[in-house]
């Protein structure tokens, strides 16, 4: 009897042990800072003195091909994934060269997606991954199914590198239900490490993660911090890029109570001229590029060469009809950085004329030809450019 | 001693139970849910005490005589639909920015009523700059049979600046006769039969 009481005594103590297994991480941050003071004066982009080449791709218009508005595009090593708001969230593959290959079809059965909320391409594994809801489905490069995975933890999003997948959740999550900024997997999403990124100021909007093809590591940000983070496969946090600018950095602190859109409110109407961080970054093999706001001036666009740290930047670009300096930034692959241009936001098919004068530098003779027979309802176009 | 020892072990396991308790009821989580449900009631209140005012604001006021386009690049004018179609009309204004879902929930209230109402005089106008998008939406909303224009323009009423969907009966001087639009706070899924019977009445009247 009493050998029975000290088991259900320590069973039931063992039992409240179950303490979490996580903990907060602090960030490595052993880099050189980049001052780009310079950088964030007044003064116009002329993108083609430091563009060496441009690509378009149309996308293939067709009844299925159809895109709604875009919220995501990756460039594969043989086929580019878009995730539109088609039916909340759906995804399309195309080719290469454009051409359509298919829509993922959706509903509720094997393989169908009900609302694709953030796809990632495992480009070791060649596998597409498309998080729906609080499953993983995964396909292989052409978009036929696989499988499914249901992860048994609560996440917000993920992405894949190297043979691991990352899973994460905004910040003001973690801060009200306790659960651990980042869980890294293994490829069958059993989880292997779980930690807490050491806290800062919740922001309202603006992206999270960077835009690049380099799987190696997952790089990410947070706007407002003018750092470039990254997570490797051991899980260790190091601060990749960290950018200063005294004579422009708009002074944030005053607003941290802020937790809604007052925050932007305030910030825009008192600091007139000075700038911050936006959240647009994207890397490729020799390029970084970031996008900031100067308080009531427009968007700066910097570019940095990795090699020489040459810093090239810009007010309101687009102004330029420059087709690399137009578009959304949507991604990068190799050398390239992405974008894609939605022409009816850009002066609408009239305006073609002037992005095909202004272009006639940058672009092939079949890739003006394309743009000439662009009609005003296909598809998007994407830009793919490389810099000298 | 037995009897000691069996008082420690109890007591050790309503202590150890309590917390086990307390950590499945997290406190924090009640907190959250709490407040959860104070937001929601306020928000609620807040979506009725709206609906007095943009019914206020917006009946009796005159829209502007726009430029409506099919997806053919047909144009016709707002005032000459109306009268090609009936005294008054109902209005199913949507943007391409506005979410989705409650989109659908809009035209699938006019959907489940279709009997009711006469679907010619029933206009579902899309205010969405790109016209890939707009034929898109077509097909999405399934209105392809029905009456489906575009207007980018601004109709010149208040309820434009709500970025909902939302319903107006007009009639053919252009004067908005009703509002009826859903409460945000439930993606609209309590725009019931209630709203229907009024927006029905008003166009009848």
């Known amino acids: 009897m009493k050998q029975l009481l000290l088991i259900i005594f320590v069973?039931?103590?063992?039992?409240?042990?179950?303490?979490?297994?996580?903990?907060?991480?602090?960030?490595?941050c052993d880099v050189e800072e980049i001052n780009i003071s310079s950088a964030l004066e007044n003064k116009d982009l002329i993108i083609s003195?430091?563009?060496?080449?441009?690509?378009?791709?149309?996308?293939?218009?067709?009844?299925?091909?159809?895109?709604?508005?875009?919220?995501?595009?990756?460039?594969?090593?043989?086929?580019?994934?878009?995730?539109?708001?088609?039916?909340?969230?759906?995804?399309?593959?195309f080719k290469k060269d454009g051409s359509f290959l298919k829509r993922l079809s959706h509903g509720g059965g094997p393989g169908e997606i009900n609302r694709a909320m953030r796809i990632s391409y495992d480009k070791y594994n060649k596998k597409l991954l498309v998080s729906d809801s609080r499953k993983i489905l995964i396909y292989n490069e052409k978009g036929d199914f696989i499988k499914d995975i249901s992860p048994k933890f609560i996440y917000a999003d993920f992405i894949a590198f190297k043979d691991k997948y990352l899973f994460f959740q905004l910040d003001i999550q973690n801060a009200e239900t306790n659960l651990p900024s980042f869980i890294i997997t293994d490829t069958l999403f059993k989880a292997i490490d779980k930690f807490y990124l050491n806290k800062k100021r919740y922001v309202?909007?603006?992206?999270?993660?960077?835009?690049?093809?380099?799987?190696?590591?997952?790089?990410?940000?947070?706007?407002?911090?003018?750092?470039?983070?990254?997570?490797?496969?051991?899980?260790?946090?190091?601060?990749?890029?960290?950018?200063?600018?005294?004579?422009?950095?708009?002074?944030?602190?005053?607003?941290?109570?802020c937790r809604d859109n007052t925050f932007w409110t305030e910030l825009n109407k008192e600091q007139k001229g000075k700038c911050y961080f936006v959240g647009?970054?994207?890397?490729?093999n020799n390029y970084l590029f970031f996008r900031f706001d100067k308080i009531r001036k427009g968007d700066v666009y910097v570019y940095i060469n990795k090699k020489t740290k040459a810093i090239f930047s810009g007010i309101n670009p687009f102004m330029t009809n420059e087709l690399p300096n137009m578009g959304l930034l949507a991604g990068a692959y190799g050398?390239?950085?992405?974008?894609?241009?939605?022409?009816?936001?850009?002066?609408?098919?009239?305006?073609?004329?002037?992005?095909?004068?202004?272009?006639?530098?940058?672009l092939s003779e079949n890739d003006l030809a394309k743009l000439q027979n662009y009609k005003e309802d296909d598809n998007p176009i994407l830009i793919l450019y490389k810099m000298k | 001693?037995?009897?000691?020892?069996?008082?420690?072990?109890?007591?050790?396991?309503?202590?150890?139970?309590?917390?086990?308790?307390?950590?499945?009821?997290?406190?924090?989580?009640?907190?959250?849910?709490?407040?959860?449900?104070?937001?929601?009631?306020?928000?609620?209140?807040?979506?009725?005490?709206?609906?007095?005012?943009?019914?206020?604001?917006?009946?009796?006021?005159?829209?502007?005589?726009?430029?409506?386009?099919?997806?053919?690049?047909?144009?016709?004018?707002?005032?000459?639909?109306?009268?090609?179609?009936?005294?008054?009309?109902?209005?199913?204004?949507?943007?391409?920015?506005?979410?989705?879902?409650?989109?659908?929930?809009?035209?699938?209230?006019?959907?489940?009523?279709?009997?009711?109402?006469?679907?010619?005089?029933?206009l579902f106008l899309a205010n969405?700059?790109?016209?890939?998008?707009?034929?898109?939406?077509?097909?999405?909303?399934?209105?392809?049979?029905?009456?489906?224009?575009?207007?980018?323009?601004?109709?010149?009423?208040?309820?434009?600046?709500i970025e909902y969907p939302y319903f107006i009966v007009i009639d053919n001087e252009l004067r908005v006769c009703g509002i009826y639009f859903p409460n945000k706070s439930t993606h609209g899924t309590d725009f019931d039969f209630k709203n229907v019977k009024l927006m029905y009445e008003n166009l009848v009247k």
Do not use: W
């Open chain 2, 1 to 122: 001693m037995k009897k000691t020892l069996i008082i420690l072990v109890v007591t050790a396991v309503f202590v150890s139970e309590m917390v086990l308790l307390y950590k499945i009821f997290d406190l924090n989580h009640i907190i959250a849910l709490k407040n959860n449900m104070i937001d929601n009631l306020s928000i609620k209140y807040s979506a009725m005490q709206q609906q007095y005012p943009l019914g206020i604001l917006n009946c009796g006021q005159y829209a502007k005589d726009r430029t409506l386009v099919d997806t053919l690049d047909n144009k016709i004018t707002l005032l000459d639909f109306i009268n090609t179609h009936g005294e008054k009309i109902i209005i199913c204004r949507f943007a391409e920015l506005e979410c989705q879902e409650c989109i659908k929930y809009a035209i699938s209230v006019i959907n489940k009523h279709k009997d009711v109402f006469d679907m010619t005089r029933v």
């Open chain 1, 204 to 257: 309202m909007g603006g992206n999270f993660l960077s835009y690049t093809d380099n799987q190696d590591e997952v790089t990410f940000f947070r706007p407002l911090d003018n750092s470039i983070y990254s997570i490797g496969y051991d899980g260790k946090i190091k601060t990749k890029y960290k950018l200063i600018f005294p004579d422009f950095e708009a002074n944030t602190d005053k607003y941290n109570e």
């Open chain 1, 335 to 362: 050398n390239y950085f992405v974008k894609y241009l939605s022409l009816e936001y850009f002066g609408g098919i009239g305006a073609m004329s002037k992005i095909i004068e202004a272009n006639k530098k940058f």
């Open chain 2, 128 to 161: 969405t700059k790109s016209k890939r998008i707009f034929k898109l939406q077509n097909k999405e909303y399934n209105i392809q049979k029905y009456n489906v224009l575009n207007c980018v323009e601004d109709l010149g009423i208040q309820a434009e600046q």
């Open chain 1, 49 to 93: 003195d430091i563009v060496d080449s441009v690509k378009i791709i149309v996308l293939e218009t067709t009844e299925k091909s159809i895109l709604s508005s875009i919220n995501q595009v990756i460039v594969g090593d043989k086929f580019i994934y878009i995730r539109d708001n088609y039916e909340s969230g759906g995804v399309a593959i």
């Open chain 1, 11 to 28: 069973a039931t103590i063992i039992s409240c042990n179950n303490q979490q297994n996580y903990s907060e991480r602090n960030v490595i």
């Open chain 1, 280 to 284: 647009d970054f994207a890397e490729t």
